[in-house]
């Protein structure tokens, strides 16, 4: 899958490198918004294809699998029809699912229709990126990647704010009409300024790697969604279904070793830095996606925020990271990335850590205050841990570094989101247990006047308000704990970055010849 192309210079690309860098984070922002874009509009979609809370998760459940799968791949369609071929086919069948997605009438509909957007856009991400590491020097590369890093970590943010305001304003179908206008811009920009690379006829593609891995993702996903909904392993769908994924994981790490020509190439493997980088992307992808999946039903559940407002007060997190970002591109180089990433994770763990002592009586202030940091906390890991993963990893091998690199993000966002989802509905459960044990007539509490004119057990009313009272606390309770399980994986993840060889230190140098992938 290896892409090269010599160019025939570089002052063409160098003359277009800010109208290239536009097009390219157009259509990386297209993307990236639509990973939550959908998430405030979910009841609204519900309402409309009549669909129930576990079903309706299927329009994001589907978008992310198929994103996973699709994204390995990007590197051998690029050399096998040409990256900027590929790149304008994905773009192109992307908008026309969005618009699908808008057409759509039942539940079955929106599904296919969200999976195409996925297969679709899964190369827009890598394949940018791959271009942008073509068209910078290496010393320009930070600031680079903090662009880059905008595009992709801003579009989550965005995305509620955008989707509550054109949901609560006009229709929860805009949220995906509005990728029209973006993908036209970004189509006609890549068409007159990005050069096509050169076609390697002979490319062919590992089906069966490329199969095992799709089905270890896919058989992954439905195990992680449907676990709690199923008792996990005390049901045979579940315990099939991890089966299937942990056989499929071992044939591909066989495969991957023992093959002449793998679907995933071992060699990236021996470059420490990048094999590094993809843990801690991983764990990127699982704290900050996660964490956005917990904020959206916290504010509009628990705290009664109406779509549009838990939307603004969400979008701090996308400055904070867009300032912080930039500061990083210029830091690049002057500092120890290693450093960089250390700030980044403490952030982001003092961020968590914040976040364990909420409540419902929060102020406004405070969620914008701790989403600024939180997000400041990301570009401070997302542009040097990008920058450093591909500082020594030889050209030709870019597209398949992007493509598993932005794999690892995309496992490590479903991952992240279906733990947390699970661990959120089973604490409710024994949260409420643990509390409603106490609930008892024999409880001297009632015997307050006060407590006893509105929360009397022995009444169906006070039964009623005391369960409801019961269900909010273990709600937050269970918050606490899943806030808590980001906090420690942030915090374990600050020693593991002196894993991470020093810049400069003993890493090979960089290949400065003017390859494209």
């Not at 157009?26 to 129930?52: K, R």
């Not at 229709?171 to 068409?191: C, D, H, K, Q, T």
Request: hydrophobic letters at 55%; one cysteine or more; glycine letters at 8%.
């Amino acid at each position: 899958m290896a892409n090269t192309v010599a160019l025939s210079g570089p002052a063409p690309v160098v003359a277009n490198r800010g109208a290239i860098t536009a097009c390219v984070i157009l259509a990386v922002i297209m993307q990236a918004l639509d990973t939550t874009i959908a998430n405030v509009a979910l009841p609204y979609i519900q309402g409309s294809v009549s669909a129930s809370a576990d079903q309706i998760n299927w329009v994001l459940t589907s978008y992310i699998v198929a994103a996973a799968i699709m994204t390995p791949p990007s590197g051998f369609l690029a050399a096998r029809f040409g990256r900027k071929n590929v790149l304008l086919t994905a773009i192109v069948g992307f908008v026309v699912a969005s618009v699908l997605c808008g057409l759509a009438q039942t539940l079955p509909q929106i599904v296919v229709f969200r999976l195409m957007q996925g297969l679709f856009g899964a190369a827009l991400v890598p394949l940018s990126q791959g271009i942008l590491l073509d068209i910078y020097e290496v010393h320009e590369r930070g600031k680079a990647m903090a662009l880059f890093g905008v595009s992709v970590m801003v579009g989550p943010v965005l995305g509620p704010v955008i989707g509550g305001w054109l949901t609560d304003n006009i229709s929860w179908r805009w949220v995906f009409y509005i990728n029209v206008p973006i993908g036209m811009l970004a189509f006609f920009g890549i068409v007159a300024f990005v050069s096509e690379t050169k076609r390697d006829i002979g490319a062919k593609l590992d089906w069966f790697g490329f199969g095992m891995l799709s089905l270890a993702i896919a058989t992954l996903q439905l195990f992680l969604d449907r676990g709690e909904q199923l008792n996990w392993f005390s049901s045979g769908e579940i315990q099939v279904e991890a089966l299937i994924s942990a056989g499929a994981f071992y044939l591909l790490l066989v495969h991957t070793f023992t093959a002449k020509n793998s679907f995933v190439n071992p060699r990236l493997f021996l470059d420490r830095n990048f094999s590094v980088s993809m843990f801690f992307i991983f764990v990127i992808g699982v704290t900050y996606l996660a964490s956005l999946a917990l904020m959206t039903p916290y504010l509009q559940t628990l705290m009664g925020y109406p779509v549009i407002t838990a939307g603004i007060v969400m979008g701090p997190r996308g400055v904070g990271t867009m300032i912080s970002m930039f500061i990083v591109g210029r830091l690049i180089g002057k500092i120890d990335t290693r450093a960089l990433l250390i700030f980044g994770f403490s952030l982001t763990a003092w961020a968590m850590y914040d976040m364990t002592g909420w409540t419902p009586d929060i102020s406004q202030w405070t969620i914008i205050s701790v989403g600024f940091i939180q997000g400041a906390g990301l570009g401070f890991l997302f542009v040097p841990l990008t920058t450093i993963a591909f500082a020594t990893l030889p050209a030709h091998m870019r597209g398949e570094g992007t493509g598993l690199y932005n794999l690892s993000r995309n496992i490590g966002s479903s991952v992240g989101i279906a733990i947390v989802s699970a661990l959120l509905t089973e604490n409710v459960q024994i949260n409420h247990a643990s509390i409603a044990a106490y609930v008892t007539p024999f409880n001297h509490a009632f015997n307050a006047p006060a407590v006893m004119q509105h929360l009397d057990p022995m009444k169906a009313a006070g039964r009623a308000a005391l369960d409801g009272m019961i269900t909010e606390q273990a709600t937050i309770i269970a918050y606490i704990d899943d806030f808590k399980l980001l906090m420690i994986m942030s915090i374990i993840s600050i020693p593991l970055v002196m894993l991470l060889r020093k810049p400069g230190s003993d890493a090979a140098p960089p290949d400065h010849s003017a390859v494209m992938e």
